[in-house]
T-cell receptor, first 116, second 114 residues
């Protein structure tokens, strides 16, 4: 059974710092991995999606890497801002013989606080 | 930007009652999902729906649960005879091409069973 773990559980940094969030998964046979952001009382917003054949994806100040063989992904946030404060979730989809409809397995999230 | 909308935002019901949670996915999306998050726990997959039928469901999604796409725009989750442990945030999501494309989530319905 796929298990997804995120460390740290919480992170508090001053504005301007570069930071790294970690995600690990137990079954390397994944179809892809997504990073989401969740604001309090809101839904999940997809930040980056990395297909299993890719090593990284970038969007603005965000960069996500994927090392499938070791079962790890990192989300790098450059020049953090108070508006980045949120819970960040990673989720993987298992490669079910090339057919995958949408069963994401989530980590428990990292609560990020960026203070001015 | 188009978004997934869910109603109501908060539903309070008594144990044993039936509830229907409603969702309007993004109009050109073909894949629909329900997830839930019990307070303090991970987001959990419930069910995926494609081409007017369930494509995958979790062990949580037992006979108490059902999904329906009654028309071209709505996607509903029905919980029959609610239990206290059904209290959670329920998220609807949709995507263009299953998980080959990003999932777009609604803001959720907080279900409280008393």
């Amino acid at each position: 059974k796929q298990e997804v773990t995120q460390i740290p559980a919480a992170l508090s940094v001053p504005e301007g710092e570069n930071l790294v969030l970690n995600c690990s998964f137990t079954d390397s046979a994944i179809y892809n991995l997504q990073w989401f952001r969740q604001d309090p009382g809101k839904g999940l917003t997809s930040l980056l999606l990395i297909q299993s054949s890719q090593r990284e994806q970038t969007s603005g100040r965000l960069n996500a890497s994927l090392d499938k063989s070791s079962g790890r992904s990192t989300l790098y946030i450059a020049a953090s801002q108070p508006g980045d404060s949120a819970t960040y979730l990673c989720a993987v989809t298992i490669n079910a013989g090339g057919t995958s409809y949408g069963k994401l397995t989530f980590g428990q999230g990292t609560i990020l606080t960026v203070h001015p | 930007e188009p978004e997934v909308t869910q109603t109501p935002s908060h539903q309070v019901t008594q144990m044993g009652q039936e509830v229907i949670l409603r969702c309007v996915p993004i109009s050109n999306h073909l894949y629909f999902y329900w997830y839930r998050q019990i307070l303090g726990q991970k987001v959990e997959f419930l069910v995926s729906f494609y081409n007017n039928e369930i494509s995958e469901k979790s062990e949580i999604f037992d006979d108490q649960f059902s999904v329906e796409r009654p028309d071209g725009s709505n996607f509903t989750l029905k919980i029959r005879s609610t239990k206290l442990e059904d209290s959670a945030m329920y998220f609807c999501a949709s995507s263009v091409q299953g998980v080959s494309s990003p999932l777009h989530f609604g803001n959720g319905t907080r279900l409280t069973v008393t």
